[in-house]
């Protein structure tokens, strides 16, 4: 792992081409649509980015067409995604309004060749020029769309070796509920946040085994009867559990798997952020078998200076 500033643009040079309301092909049935407790807490716009190399038989202004009239089609079985958040103050939960109000549907394009981007895994800031910000933060919040799309050609060091951190992650529990469960369909929320603890010097003296036991023992508390009780829990506290840092694993999204007319995406990763409780893995996507995994970690310069050396030490120590 490197520190040195990759080669990477910081100007991407975009120009917003267009932006627009997409709309269900087919007329749909106005509806409200329950949000269950987990979808009340991460009610959040996640920002994916997926590159495309050229293809000849596709050109931008193709792609453009073939993309909006695909997402005409997907309102239509999933009209939610043409809706608008809304309040209940009557019941004090989030819904969403299934009004046919339309999708977001952006288009730019930028003077860059996808070659000139360089390093795709470098997580590049600059890669926030590729989202349109405006209307995500309109400020009038009952008319955001829920979705859009856009088409583009806890500190290191602490000085109390008894203090208890906290570990936090994602499990997806469609496989770990009994009857009633998911149908396949399901397109909601339906992660919930385990957790492992250990003090501070328990984690820099303990083998590398304790560690792996700890995660596993957090895994596997996550049964039917843990699940309803996490979302009975947010019904009354409305909130998110508490930890140190946050770890989201894109291992299984699938978006490597995904083919498109103009083939699979070169790179598909989540828009860098810059909170630094939450570290993202995602698979590296150049067809090279265990090649690795990408790790992504925000943290303030001098902090991540830190990291490198802790995180270095730690991978001697597993040599």
Not at 119 to 133: H, R, T
Not at 272 to 282: A, Q, S, Y
């Amino acid at each position: 792992m490197s520190l040195e500033t990759a080669s990477i643009p910081h100007d991407l040079k975009v120009t917003m081409q267009n932006f627009s309301m997409v709309y269900p092909m087919e007329k749909t049935e106005r509806r409200n649509m329950f949000l269950s407790n987990i979808d009340q807490a991460v009610n959040f716009y996640v920002q994916t980015l997926h590159f495309f190399p050229a293809n000849v038989n596709f050109s931008p202004e193709k792609v453009v067409e073939k993309i909006e009239n695909a997402l005409r089609k997907l309102l239509v079985q999933y009209d939610f995604l043409a809706g608008r958040l809304k309040f209940d103050p009557v019941k004090g939960r989030l819904e969403i309004d299934c009004n046919s109000a339309g999708a977001g549907f952006a288009v730019a394009s930028s003077e860059l060749t996808l070659a000139q981007l360089g390093d795709l895994v470098y997580p590049n800031s600059a890669f926030g020029q590729l989202i349109q910000e405006n209307y995500l933060h309109s400020s009038d919040s009952e008319d955001r769309p829920v979705f859009v799309l856009q088409a583009l050609s806890g500190a290191i060091e602490n000085n109390n070796p008894d203090k208890i951190t906290t570990i936090l992650y994602a499990v997806d529990i469609r496989s770990r509920l009994g009857p009633p469960s998911f149908p396949s369909s399901y397109t909601g929320n339906a992660v919930i946040t385990a957790y492992g603890r250990a003090k501070i010097h328990e984690v820099e003296e303990k083998p590398f085994s304790y560690l792996v036991k700890m995660i596993n023992e957090g895994t596997s508390r996550i049964s039917d009867e843990y699940v309803r009780s996490v979302i009975d829990w947010g019904e009354l506290h409305k909130g998110f559990p508490y930890g140190d840092v946050l770890v989201s694993s894109w291992w299984r999204l699938g978006f490597d798997e995904v083919e498109y007319p103009w083939g699979r995406s070169k790179y598909s990763c989540p828009l860098v952020h810059h909170r630094k409780d939450i570290i993202l893995f995602f698979p590296d996507m150049d067809e090279v078998i265990d090649k690795g995994v990408n790790v992504l970690v925000a943290l303030p310069s001098q902090d991540m200076k830190i990291f490198q050396e802790l995180f270095n030490g730690f991978l001697a120590d597993l040599a």
